[in-house]
C-alpha cells in the first residue's frame, strides 16, 4: 500500500520534434497512466473559498485518510490508531493513540512544498508532499477534496514563484531575440533529444523530461521549441502549473512563431482545468 515516488525534478516533455503537433494532446486532464501509477491534479477551489471552508474541507476529507506516512521521521500511522484529527488555524493535527505516533503538519510547509497527486494500482490515492509526507485514501473523491483545499492554499505562492521565474527570464529571451546569428543546436544537445524522445514512446515520460531538461541546461535557447514541447507533457502528465510556465517561456523567446496563437489558446485550456 505504501509505494512512493522521488522526483529529483518535476518534468515532462512531448515527442522530440520540429514541428509543433498541439492537437495531439487534445485530452489534456485525462488521468495519466505510467505503469502502476495514475497521475491526476488538483483543481483551485475558487477565490471565495477562504481559509475557514478550506480548513473545512481538509477535516472533512482527512476524517477518511487511511494512512499517513511521515517521511521525514519515517513513521507510519494508520486510521485506526488515529485518537482525533485538528485542523486548527496554521497546522493539522494527528492525535494518535499512543503519543509517540502523533504527527503534525503546519500549513506553510504544506503550501511550500510540491504536491503530487495519484492513484497506485487503481487503488490506493496519494497526496503526496515530497521530503514532508503522504496521506493515502482509499476513496478517490475524500482524496480529491484534500488535493483541492491544500492546492488553493498553495495557488497564491505557486503564481508567485512563476512571475520571479519569468521575470529572471525575459532578459535571456529579450538577448535571444535580439541575436541576429541564433544559436544551433549542438550534436550533444540532438543526442539527448533524441534519447528523451525515444524515452517518451516507450511512456517513460519522466525520465525522457530529466533528459530533455538536462539537454536545455547545455544551452538555453538553441531549440526554442523545446519549452512549448515541455509544456505540452508537463500537461500530459496533467502537471498544469509547469505546463502553463514552460509555454510562457517558449512564448517570450518567439511571440511571433506560427504556432503562438494555438499555444496561447493551450495556456487558457490549462487554466481552465486547474479552475483560473
Not at 488515529?82 to 494527528?94: P, S, T
Not at 503530487?116 to 490506493?124: A, E, G, R, V
Not at 528523451?196 to 535557447?221: C, G, H, P, S, W
Not at 496533467?238 to 510562457?248: R, W
Request: glycine share 2%; hydrophobic share 40%; charged share 25%.
Amino acid at each position: 500500500m505504501r509505494p512512493f515516488i522521488h522526483f529529483k525534478c518535476l518534468a515532462l516533455i512531448v515527442t522530440f520534434c520540429f514541428l509543433n503537433t498541439y492537437h495531439t494532446f487534445s485530452q489534456d486532464g485525462f488521468p495519466y497512466s505510467e505503469g502502476e501509477y495514475i497521475y491526476r491534479y488538483p483543481k483551485y477551489a475558487g477565490v471565495n473559498n477562504n481559509s475557514e471552508n478550506l480548513n473545512k474541507s481538509v477535516k472533512q476529507a482527512l476524517d477518511h485518510v487511511a494512512q499517513i506516512y511521515d517521511l521525514k521521521n519515517k513513521k507510519e500511522l494508520n486510521f485506526k490508531d488515529i485518537k482525533e484529527i485538528l485542523v486548527l488555524e496554521n497546522k493539522i493535527e494527528f492525535d494518535a493513540k499512543s503519543k509517540k505516533n502523533s504527527l503534525s503538519y503546519s500549513f506553510s510547509r504544506l503550501i511550500d512544498s510540491t504536491m503530487i497527486f495519484y492513484t497506485y494500482q487503481n487503488s490506493w490515492h496519494y497526496v503526496y508532499f515530497p521530503s514532508l509526507a503522504n496521506f493515502v485514501f482509499s476513496d478517490i473523491n475524500k482524496a480529491q477534496l484534500f488535493a483541492d483545499a491544500i492546492y488553493t492554499m498553495q495557488y497564491p505562492l505557486i503564481d508567485k514563484r512563476r512571475d520571479s521565474i519569468l521575470n529572471i527570464f525575459i532578459p535571456v529571451a529579450d538577448s535571444f531575440r535580439a541575436l541576429k546569428q541564433k544559436p544551433t543546436v549542438t550534436e550533444e544537445q540532438r543526442k539527448l533529444f533524441i534519447q528523451a524522445d525515444n524515452l517518451n514512446k516507450q511512456n517513460k515520460v519522466f525520465d525522457a523530461i530529466r533528459m530533455y531538461l538536462k539537454a536545455i541546461e547545455l544551452e538555453k535557447t538553441s531549440f526554442p521549441s523545446a519549452y512549448a514541447n515541455l509544456a505540452l507533457l508537463y500537461a500530459k502528465c496533467n502537471f498544469f502549473d509547469y505546463a502553463i510556465l514552460y509555454m510562457k517561456k517558449y512564448l517570450l523567446l518567439v511571440p511571433n512563431a506560427e504556432d503562438a496563437r494555438a499555444a496561447r489558446d493551450r495556456l487558457y485550456v490549462w487554466e481552465g482545468l486547474i479552475g483560473k
